[in-house]
């Protein structure tokens, strides 16, 4: 590990592109992988769990621990995202069964006591809903004091959702525990929401000849044939699902994008501005509401995320596959 590590917790509803952030978060030295948080949200609990800790095996990090946090939102219960990532989460591929963990701690007790051991210093990304975060504020009020950085994949705040005409996924499946989330955060002496939303994620696509290109470039290295088999097969799924719905067989790489800005926040440009989110309107919950004026008066509590260097985080990203199929992430 390196000298320049920081502490690192993730918070994941282990989906596809979870999975694949997750992959790219191990295949850099700089990520001190404290733990891994899991919540309801594309798949239920156990099953995101489970994708969890088969996808950190995968990347030889199945020392990692894993936390399981809550099994249901907040919010009225929503549908989940099988649709996109299929019935386990993974798509097409199949994983080894992975080893239960004995005596894994709640999400919710692991990332406080996180932030409070490393205050100042731990890097929080959050890929999914916001209900384990929600549930830590209301336990311990300081956490946005205790952050070095707080990234969410999360919102649409300049385009339209990708779940309703308004909403996108993470924020819609528990729009009261975002509400809670955007509304600790960004006080005084509070890190900010640094929030990766559809407005740069969409601009950041990878097809089946840019999988072709990682596997030709990670070709006979020690871990390349596992790695990619578990690519090819878990994306093809979100290939045809794109393709039957946009005509199009692309991969938005929405996880991944903000796990790459929690370890290098100059990949976006972004916006202070004030956010909140709709919870009770009957066309617009899980909306992401920006106050780009100032006419509410409020503090800005976001940093939110207006442009993206697109190449450059492919390019990271096809590196990071490469290190993985080197054997970075083994211990």
């Not at 399981?68 to 990532?85: K, M, Q, Y």
């Not at 051991?117 to 975060?133: E, F, M, S, V």
Request: hydrophobic share 50%.
């Amino acid at each position: 590990m390196s000298d320049r590590a920081e502490p690192f917790v993730i918070d994941v509803d282990t989906g596809i592109d979870d999975a694949l952030a997750l992959l790219y978060a191990c295949a850099h030295e700089e990520a001190q992988i404290l733990g891994v948080s899991t919540v309801v949200g594309n798949v239920p609990l156990a099953a995101a769990t489970r994708n969890t800790r088969a996808v950190l095996r995968l990347a030889g990090r199945a020392d990692v621990a894993v936390w399981p946090g809550a099994p249901t939102a907040l919010s009225i219960s929503v549908r989940d995202a099988s649709e996109i990532h299929g019935k386990t989460g993974l798509g097409h591929a199949v994983l080894p069964e992975p080893e239960e963990q004995a005596g894994a701690l709640h999400a919710v007790d692991s990332i406080i006591a996180a932030a409070r051991a490393h205050a100042g210093r731990l890097i929080l990304c959050a890929t999914g809903p916001l209900t384990n975060i929600a549930l830590a504020l209301m336990r311990e009020p300081e956490l946005p004091r205790l952050v070095k950085r707080f990234v969410i994949m999360g919102g649409a705040y300049a385009e339209p959702g990708n779940v309703t005409p308004a909403a996108e996924f993470n924020i819609w499946h528990d729009p009261e525990a975002a509400r809670i989330v955007f509304r600790s955060f960004g006080g005084v002496g509070a890190a900010p929401v640094i929030a990766i939303g559809l407005d740069v994620t969409r601009k950041t696509i990878i097809d089946e000849g840019d999988l072709a290109a990682i596997a030709s470039r990670v070709a006979g290295k020690q871990h390349a044939s596992a790695l990619t088999r578990f690519l090819e097969d878990a994306s093809r799924f979100y290939f045809e699902r794109m393709e039957k719905t946009y005509g199009r067989r692309i991969f938005t790489m929405h996880d991944p994008l903000a796990l790459a800005v929690a370890l290098d926040p100059t990949l976006v440009e972004t916006r202070r501005a004030a956010v909140d989110v709709e919870t009770s309107g009957r066309l617009t919950t899980g909306a992401t509401i920006v106050d780009w004026r100032g006419q509410w008066g409020r503090l800005a509590n976001a940093e939110v995320a207006v442009a993206v260097d697109a190449e450059r985080f492919r390019r990271l990203f096809f590196e990071a596959m490469d290190r993985l199929a080197e054997g970075a992430g083994a211990t």
